[in-house]
């Protein structure tokens, strides 16, 4: 991004309505028999009940028009359900432990094929953060009877140029990023009657808590529900929605940018990670962004992935929820004038915090606590994950990007379209926070 000018607005060719009709709605069921059995669920997963909506867009394939399309993909997850017995089950409490638990069944995942009235290029900047593109993404539930809520969801939506957009709506209980990006290489292995790539592995209970539970770490990460009071600041779940106008805007970093961040970041042989350098620079940005008192603490979480750093390791192929929320803190006063290396060196250390005996703690501290992560920013990264890179028969997605969902306290990173080495940072703000937020965005790039 060269100029503080390239995304003040939204753009100007934005659309508010996709107008989108519902041409079908069905269930999916599993392709065969299925063991009926419960599944576990960790105390990171049984946090983690909201939806996340991603929609991947394609350009229009000759030998894959949309209809094509969407008989492979609906035929690829009536597969998928049997790999993933669970995706097709619903949550439910167990009545004896009183655990939220998946119940492994043929109840089945919903299925939905749309049309827009639009062509793929008229709907406006693809990375731009449109609410609109949760048109995309099939929000009723209700498919088969009153009160139903599958776990999984899949929307093709067509639009008149021949391109299409694959909506998928996932319970957070399901995946984290990395398991996610496991399923849509199996799902489009599956579309293409090839073998599964990766063997996922469902034993949550590598990740239970410890018999009896261990809590050998503060863990300020996380707010007990038994503290959280209404309407203080202090204490607002950072998954919950926000009440108050938000701006939605995405801020671009080029590599070029990057690398002068990191440079400016590094002291001596200590090696500088783009992501600790575009965390802390968002940190500043945002903690700074919300009033003009030095001397209040601000809380940065950002998703540090376990799977390697438990002993022994996870299997990479994991499905469940594997990650844990890093923190770092510091007052305003601190991220305004301190030296950039400071903020990312907290950063680092929050990161490195989490070792084998420090993920366990926090995992035992979720069997004695019921709560949620406690920050007034949290940074999600699908930078890296790679959504954009699974290989369909119709080819791989021009992009792929969350529905913005209305939370001030979330900021996503995402890859540019076309790929390369720079960023997409998804910001949702009030529109004075918001306004600061650009002014200091750039301010420090300088």
């Known amino acids: 991004m060269g100029t503080s000018n390239d995304h003040d607005a939204p753009p100007s060719t934005l659309l508010q309505d996709l107008n989108v009709t519902?041409?079908?709605?069905?269930?999916?069921?599993?392709?065969?028999e299925i063991e009926r059995k419960s599944l576990f669920l960790s105390n990171i997963d049984k946090v983690l009940t909201f939806d996340v909506e991603t929609v991947h867009f394609?350009?229009?394939?000759?030998?894959?028009?949309?209809?094509?399309?969407?008989?492979?993909?609906?035929?690829?997850?009536?597969?998928?359900?049997?790999?993933?017995?669970?995706?097709?089950?619903?949550?439910?409490?167990?009545?004896?432990?009183k655990r939220l638990e998946m119940d492994c069944n043929p109840e089945g995942a919903g299925f939905v094929v749309a049309s827009s009235g639009y062509r793929l290029d008229q709907i406006g900047d693809l990375d731009y953060p449109n609410p609109a593109f949760a048109q995309l993404v099939h929000k009723n539930k209700d498919f088969l009877?009153?009160?139903?809520?599958?776990?999984?969801?899949?929307?093709?939506?067509?639009?008149?140029?021949?391109?299409?957009?694959?909506?998928?709506?996932?319970?957070?209980?399901?995946?984290?990023?990395?398991?996610f990006?496991?399923?849509?290489?199996?799902?489009?292995?599956?579309?293409?009657?090839?073998?599964?790539?990766?063997?996922?592995?469902?034993?949550?209970?590598?990740?239970?808590?410890?018999?009896?539970?261990?809590?050998?770490?503060?863990?300020?990460?996380?707010l007990p529900?038994?503290?959280?009071?209404?309407?203080?600041?202090?204490?607002?779940?950072?998954?919950?929605?926000?009440?108050?106008?938000?701006?939605?805007?995405?801020?671009?970093?080029?590599?070029?940018?990057?690398?002068?961040?990191?440079?400016?970041?590094?002291?001596?042989?200590?090696?500088?990670?783009?992501?600790?350098?575009?965390?802390?620079?968002?940190?500043?940005?945002?903690a700074l962004s919300a009033d003009d008192n030095p001397n209040r603490s601000s809380t940065i979480l950002y998703a540090v992935d376990i799977r390697s750093r438990l002993n022994p390791p996870l299997p990479k192929s994991y499905t469940g929820n594997a990650v844990l929320t890093a923190y770092a803190t510091a007052t305003c006063q601190e991220l305004e004038e301190g030296p950039f290396m400071k903020v990312v060196e907290m950063v680092r250390e929050g990161a490195a915090r989490v070792t084998d005996e420090y993920a366990r703690s926090i995992i035992d501290w979720g069997q004695v606590n019921?709560?949620?992560?406690?920050?007034?920013?949290?940074?999600?990264?699908?930078?890296?994950?790679?959504?954009?890179?699974?290989?369909?028969?119709?080819?791989?997605?021009?992009?792929?990007?969350?529905?913005?969902?209305h939370r001030k306290d979330i900021v996503l990173l995402f890859p540019p379209v076309g790929g390369g080495d720079g960023v997409s940072i998804i910001v949702a703000l009030p529109p004075k926070e918001m306004e600061k937020f650009h002014g200091l965005f750039y301010k420090f790039l300088r």
């Open 370 to 405: 019921e709560g949620f992560p406690n920050g007034d920013v949290l940074v999600s990264s699908w930078w890296r994950l790679g959504f954009e890179e699974v290989e369909y028969p119709w080819g791989k997605p021009r992009y792929c990007c969350p529905v913005v969902y």
């Open 58 to 97: 394609f350009g229009a394939h000759k030998d894959f028009p949309p209809h094509v399309v969407a008989e492979k993909l609906k035929s690829a997850l009536e597969d998928a359900l049997v790999v993933y017995d669970f995706l097709g089950g619903r949550l439910k409490v167990n009545n004896d432990t």
């Open 181 to 222: 990006k496991t399923f849509l290489d199996n799902l489009a292995a599956l579309a293409a009657n090839k073998p599964l790539p990766v063997t996922p592995c469902h034993d949550r209970h590598l990740l239970a808590a410890r018999s009896p539970p261990r809590v050998t770490f503060p863990h300020p990460e996380m």
């Open 225 to 286: 529900i038994s503290s959280h009071l209404p309407h203080s600041p202090e204490s607002t779940n950072i998954f919950d929605a926000s009440t108050e106008p938000l701006h939605f805007n995405v801020f671009k970093l080029t590599s070029s940018h990057i690398t002068k961040l990191k440079q400016e970041a590094t002291c001596g042989t200590t090696r500088v990670t783009g992501f600790n350098a575009i965390t802390a620079h968002i940190w500043r940005c945002k």
């Open 145 to 179: 009877k009153q009160g139903d809520v599958p776990l999984c969801v899949a929307q093709v939506t067509s639009f008149k140029c021949g391109g299409f957009a694959m909506g998928i709506s996932t319970s957070h209980t399901t995946f984290d990023g990395l398991s």
């Open 22 to 32: 519902v041409q079908k709605s069905s269930m999916v069921f599993p392709s065969k």
